[in-house]
């Protein structure tokens, strides 16, 4: 069975900055691209980061390029974003996301989400 568990969540200053986690577990974690996709308050999903099977590439939505990193560690069977330079728009539940193939292809389990609060 696919579980996808993300933690790291919480409430931050504008400004500041969180790491998310989601632990994988029930398939090979580095045979499969992985995706942290977001939903705000009212708002339908946003897809919000990729990253390849072997983390060669990564890639952003544009409002989020040069505040988040993706990251993975195989080895781990665990999954990153490290957010800076956070706003109150950033403020939504976040999902880890498994993808169809090695690339980014398509989202097919998805984790419960952890809630990111960005307020003052």
């Known amino acids: 069975e696919v579980q996808l568990v993300e933690s790291g969540g919480g409430l931050v200053q504008p400004g500041g900055s969180l790491r998310l986690s989601c632990a994988a577990s029930?398939?090979?974690?580095?045979?499969?691209?992985m995706s942290w996709v977001r939903q705000a308050p009212g708002k339908g999903l946003e897809w919000v980061s990729g990253i390849r099977w072997n983390g060669g590439n990564a890639y952003y939505a544009e409002s989020m390029k040069g505040r988040f990193t993706i990251s993975r560690d195989n080895a781990k069977n665990t999954l990153y974003l490290q957010m800076n330079s956070l706003q109150s728009e950033d403020t939504a539940v976040y999902y880890c996301a498994k993808d169809l193939e090695a690339t980014i292809a398509g989202l097919d389990y998805w984790g419960q989400g952890t809630q990111v609060t960005v307020s003052s």
């Open positions: 029930g398939f090979i974690f580095g045979d499969y691209a």
